[in-house]
């Protein structure tokens, strides 16, 4: 919440001087200061307009902190196509582009939208092969409507072994609630979530073997 980027990328800088990986950094410092931005907000300690303000300093950190070989996906035999994706009526975003640079690191072909109708999701799918869709809830609210939007995700034609992942606050301390909406994984962290849709796809090429 303090105002100073620049001491916030002294504190960086001192973990990568002592070893500390991207990875490590996203995983171990911005991801968890942004669950704690959301906590924040949420135990009504500080208002939206400082929570904003910190979210788009998060944002500019992980922008100027970018590998420039992100972007350069280094394949691994047939490419791995990921949509990453607020389910329909979220709004967030900075978890999602975490997620998303370290996919892209992996390899992976990744898409990203924050802020997606439920028609625009499903019309997205049909006309773009994707290997994993991943769906990220911030709150309670957004379980109600999402079990049938991935039945409606996995009656698309273009790629009937479709992996979906759920993901976000809603699931971080329930993850039992991915079953309840029809997913086929969550994980706890971003690692976890690129092991489960590594798994996903062989499991789709084996079945196709």
Known sequence: ??????EAHATLARFVVSGATRDAVLQGLLAPAARRLGDLW???RTDFAAVTLAMIRLNQILR???DPVSDAPMLRGRERHFL?????GEQHSFGIAVLSDLFRRAGWIVQTEALLTRA???????????????????GEGGLKGLPAVIRALRRTELNPALGVMVGGKAFADHPERAQFVGADATARDGQAALFE?????????????
């Open 120 to 138: 625009s999701l499903m019309s997205m799918v049909r006309r773009n092969w994707f290997d994993v869709v991943g769906l990220s809830v911030s």
């Open 64 to 66: 100027d902190t970018a």
């Open 42 to 44: 949420d135990e009504d």
């Open 84 to 88: 990453i994706a607020a389910a329909p």
């Open 197 to 209: 849709a590594d798994s996903m796809v062989e499991r789709a090429h084996a079945a196709l073997r």
């Open 1 to 6: 919440l303090a105002e100073n980027i620049a």
